[in-house]
């Protein structure tokens, strides 16, 4: 008897179970699935394999107009450094890198210490005026 009571209990609480799922309409129904659509529609299409090829040989191509700009600055040793996506950034690039060189080569190059400054006597040597030059020789010799 309880085995019967437990399965009539069974049964009613799986009815109620069923009974409490939502039901939609075919209006609503179909106007989901029209959406449902729509968004599939605004999903980004997978490339084929063409176009995907085709990026690759545009990368590539870019990739070597980069090294060949950077060699025809003589920038060629920052090739690997450089990472740029478009051609206006690459510019950019190059003219900064070159500015950097530039400056580095102005502030490295051979710069005279001991390279004294014109006194009064070298000056009038310089102009031949020996009025000048015993000039100075005499105040030095005075000082």
């Known amino acids: 008897m309880e085995e019967v009571t437990e399965v009539n209990e069974q049964v009613d609480s799986q009815v109620h179970d069923e ?10 129904h179909d106007q989901l699935l029209a959406e449902l659509e729509e ?14 090829n085709i990026e690759t040989k545009e990368k590539e ?15 060629d040793q920052f090739a690997t450094i450089v990472k740029v ?5 690459l510019n950019t690039t190059i003219e900064a890198l070159t500015q950097i060189v530039n400056d580095i080569k ?12 014109d006194d009064a006597y070298t000056v009038a040597l310089k102009k ?7 000039t100075n ?3 030095n010799l005075f000082k």
Do not use: C, I
Not at 61 to 72: A, C, G
Not at 85 to 89: G, I, R
Not at 106 to 117: A, D, F, I, M, N
């Open 19 to 28: 009974s409490k799922q939502e039901t939609v309409s075919k209006e609503d």
């Open 39 to 52: 968004l599939k529609g605004k999903l980004p299409k997978e490339k084929s394999e063409a176009e995907l």
């Open 61 to 75: 191509l870019f990739q070597k107009e980069v090294s060949l700009t950077l060699k025809e600055n003589g920038l």
């Open 85 to 89: 996506n478009d051609s206006d950034e």
């Open 106 to 117: 102005v502030s490295t190059g051979y710069v005279p210490t001991e390279h004294g400054k």
């Open 128 to 134: 031949k005026d020996v009025g000048g030059m015993l």
């Open 137 to 139: 020789k005499l105040q």
